[in-house]
Nanobody, 124 residues
Framework: QVQLVESGGGLVQAGGSLRLSCTAS????????MGWFRQAPGKEREFVGA????????YYADFVKGRFTISRDNAENTLYLQMNSLKPEDTAVYYC?????????????????WGQGTQVTVSS
């Protein structure tokens, strides 16, 4: 069992930055690929990006390329999402999730454990 806790969300103006964190329980954090997803009101949960267990490989959705960066600190069991040049359409609840199979899938159903989410609101 893995427990995930996100933090770092908040209200920011368009063009601003936020860094989200996701802290995981368990001793095998470095063996899991991890993903970030987001869900806006009335919309389906969508893939933001993923990172391999070692942190050496990352993969992003097209709409965040060049603006968002995923990283991880395996010694601290923490996953990060650095978000720059934020837009109002980035407003959503952001979730981190564990992909125990390591496929770094874009499909939410491939992820086994989820955090509770953290709200990001970008004002225009």
């Amino acid at each position: 069992q893995v427990q995930l806790v996100e933090s770092g969300g908040g209200l920011v103006q368009a063009g601003g930055s936020l860094r989200l964190s996701c802290t995981a329980s368990g001793r095998t954090f470095s063996t899991y690929a991890m993903g970030w997803f987001r869900q806006a009101p009335g919309k389906e949960r969508e893939f933001v990006g993923a990172i391999s267990g070692s942190g050496g490989v990352t993969y992003y959705a097209d709409f965040v390329k060049g603006r968002f960066t995923i990283s991880r600190d395996n010694a601290e069991n923490t996953l990060y999402l650095q978000m720059n040049s934020l837009k109002p359409e980035d407003t959503a609840v952001y979730y981190c999730a564990v992909d125990a199979n390591g496929y770094m899938s874009e499909a939410a159903r491939a992820y086994e454990y989820w955090g509770q989410g953290t709200q990001v609101t970008v004002s225009s």
